[in-house]
């Protein structure tokens, strides 16, 4: 048994819209709304505690350690495995609140935070 499909239709050309458009409007909208977007930083903007100060002078993101030292405390190996962990599933696009509350429950295990937080 042979199956042909049917002969495809004639190509024509696509007729071009001769409208012309005015998005001023729009454009003030997103302007306004941007204006008014809250930043997604949750650190504070103030002198940092000398445990905090340490990590960020050892290249650390100042949120990443903020959040770091709240949550592991004062180990040391905990909290750049934390800080490497957050500053990479930020850099992918999800919320600070988000990933800290992830890596948090998942014991700093990265790819267990990151099969959360795209669930």
């Known amino acids: 048994m042979c ?5 495809l239709a004639p190509v024509q050309p696509v007729p071009v ?5 005015d998005f001023d409007v729009e454009k003030q909208l997103l302007s306004h709304a941007s204006a008014l977007r809250q930043p ?3 650190a504070v903007k103030r002198e940092l505690d000398p445990r905090a100060a340490k990590y960020v002078q050892m290249g650390m993101e100042r949120e990443a350690v903020i959040m770091a ?4 405390g004062d180990s040391h190996s905990q909290v ?7 500053t990479l599933l930020r850099e992918m696009g999800f919320h ?4 800290a509350g992830c890596l948090a429950l998942c014991g700093n295990d990265r790819d267990r935070a990151l099969q959360l937080l795209v669930a």
Not at 3 to 7: N, R
Not at 80 to 86: E, W
């Open 17 to 21: 819209s001769a409208a012309a458009f």
């Open 80 to 86: 750049v495995d934390f800080c490497n962990s957050y």
């Open 40 to 42: 997604t930083s949750v």
């Open 3 to 7: 199956f042909h499909s049917p002969p």
């Open 96 to 99: 600070p609140v988000a990933v």
């Open 69 to 72: 030292l709240a949550i592991q």
